[in-house]
């Protein structure tokens, strides 16, 4: 059973940083992309970042590229999102996301930033 458990979020203030957690069992961790998506109330999911197997090799999101960082750790079965200088616009349920032969999602987070 493929499990996707996110950890992490919680209320920050503007200008402030968090680092995400998804910690995953139940499927070869070390060969499945994972990603990030987030979604605001009343907006669509978007996507924010992933990172590849192999190289590490991480993509981003505009809105992320200069903010956010994305990384793993095999050998912990763990995908990071380290998030800086958040606006209140980041505010979101922030979604795991792995790639393994299906799609599989986390139950999500809430991440708040106040103005």
């Known amino acids: 059973q493929v499990t996707l458990v996110e950890s992490g979020g919680g209320l920050v203030q503007n200008g402030g940083s968090l680092t995400l957690s998804c910690v995953a069992s139940?499927?070869?961790?070390?060969?499945?992309?994972m990603s990030w998506y987030r979604q605001a109330p009343g907006e669509e999911r978007e996507f924010v970042a992933e990172?590849?197997?192999?190289?590490?090799?991480?993509r981003y999101s505009r809105f992320a590229e200069d903010r956010f960082t994305i990384s793993r750790s095999n050998l912990k079965k763990t995908v990071y999102l380290q998030m800086n200088n958040l606006t209140p616009e980041d505010s979101a349920v922030y979604y795991c996301r792995a790639w393994a032969g299906g799609t599989y999602w986390g139950q999500g987070i809430q991440v708040t930033v106040s103005s």
């Open positions: 139940g499927f070869r961790f070390d060969r499945s992309l």
């Open positions: 990172i590849t197997t192999g190289f590490n090799s991480a």
